[in-house]
Every structure is written in structure tokens, then in C-alpha cells.
């Protein structure tokens, strides 16, 4: 089994795909060298299996900040300013959803992609993240 590289679910690499959403580690001398582009090909069906999952489990009550502004294009979603800094509260709040994902979830999502490679893809966001929380680092999320 070959190794996931951090592009492998970056969008512009195929027709027709070209938006996503990049997460940030902090930046090195002002340039975002740290950073994990997502497809709307793989981050479209997860963060709708997200919102389905907790609307399902708590009526709506626990679904993460970050999965909710993209559903309802606001907060980071709607800015168009560059990379939006992301608390680590929200940053593990995705995290932890994104783990409870089940391919039985994403299977009604997914149109472009298959449920494997979404959880495929949630798997490297999951490690992205909590390795910057780990750290203490800054993370920041783009819509691109």
C-alpha cells in the first residue's frame, strides 16, 4: 500500500475540479509553507456527513463551527481575505467529527469520490490538525 502524500486530495488535479478548502499550520516567514489543500470533491461530502451525523445524533446541538459556517457560507467561509485563524476548540471539534464518520455515512454524499477515499481524506485532516494542536501551533482554514 503506497502512502497518502499531502496532495493527494488537493483540488485542480483533475476537470472541472477546481475548489477547496486548504488548511494552514502556522506560517514561516510570512509564506503558508505548512498547508493541506482539500478538494470539494472529498470536503464536500464530508463536511455534509458531519452535519447529517449531528443533526441525527443531537438535533443539531453539537455540530462543529467549522462544518457549520461552510454549510451556511459564513463566518471563514465567506470571507475572501486569505487564510482565518481557527481556535483550537473548533479545530478539535472538527477533528472528533470527522472521527466518527462511518463509509455508511458518506455513501449518500459522495458524487465525485467514494466514501474509502473521503475517509481516506478525513484521516489526513484528522492527523493535520491535531499534530498542529499538538504542537501549540496556529491553524488557519482558507475556502479556496
Same mark, same amino acid.
Given at each position: 500500500?503506497?502512502?497518502?502524500?499531502?496532495?493527494? %486530495?488537493?483540488?485542480?488535479?483533475?476537470?472541472?475540479?477546481?475548489?477547496?478548502?486548504? %488548511?494552514?499550520? /502556522?506560517?514561516?516567514?510570512?509564506?503558508?509553507?505548512?498547508?493541506?489543500a482539500v478538494s470539494s470533491c472529498y470536503i464536500?461530502?464530508?463536511?455534509? +456527513?458531519? $452535519? @447529517?451525523?449531528?443533526?441525527? *445524533?443531537?438535533?443539531?446541538?453539537?455540530?462543529?463551527?467549522?462544518?457549520?459556517?461552510? *454549510?451556511?457560507?459564513?463566518?471563514?467561509? !465567506? =470571507? +475572501? !481575505?486569505?487564510?482565518?485563524?481557527?481556535?483550537?476548540?473548533? !479545530?478539535? +471539534? $472538527?477533528?472528533a467529527a470527522l472521527c466518527e464518520l462511518t /463509509?455508511?455515512?458518506?455513501?449518500?454524499?459522495? +458524487?465525485? #469520490?467514494? /466514501?474509502?477515499?473521503?475517509?481516506?481524506?478525513?484521516?489526513?485532516?484528522?492527523? %493535520?490538525?491535531? #499534530?498542529?494542536?499538538?504542537? @501549540?501551533?496556529?491553524? =488557519?482554514?482558507?475556502?479556496?
Open positions: 500500500m503506497r502512502m497518502v502524500t499531502i496532495d493527494d %486530495f488537493a483540488h485542480g488535479y483533475h476537470y472541472g475540479d477546481y475548489s477547496g478548502v486548504v %488548511f494552514y499550520g /502556522p506560517p514561516s516567514d510570512g509564506l503558508w509553507l505548512d498547508r493541506l464536500g461530502p464530508l463536511f455534509r +456527513a458531519v $452535519l @447529517d451525523r449531528s443533526w441525527r *445524533n443531537s438535533g443539531g446541538e453539537r455540530v462543529p463551527r467549522l462544518a457549520s459556517e461552510w *454549510n451556511t457560507l459564513d463566518g471563514w467561509s !465567506a =470571507c +475572501a !481575505a486569505g487564510p482565518v485563524p481557527v481556535s483550537p476548540k473548533d !479545530a478539535e +471539534a $472538527l477533528a /463509509p455508511d455515512d458518506l455513501a449518500p454524499n459522495c +458524487a465525485g #469520490s467514494t /466514501p474509502d477515499e473521503c475517509m481516506r481524506s478525513a484521516a489526513v485532516i484528522i492527523e %493535520f490538525l491535531r #499534530s498542529r494542536l499538538a504542537r @501549540d501551533a496556529k491553524v =488557519c482554514i482558507e475556502q479556496e
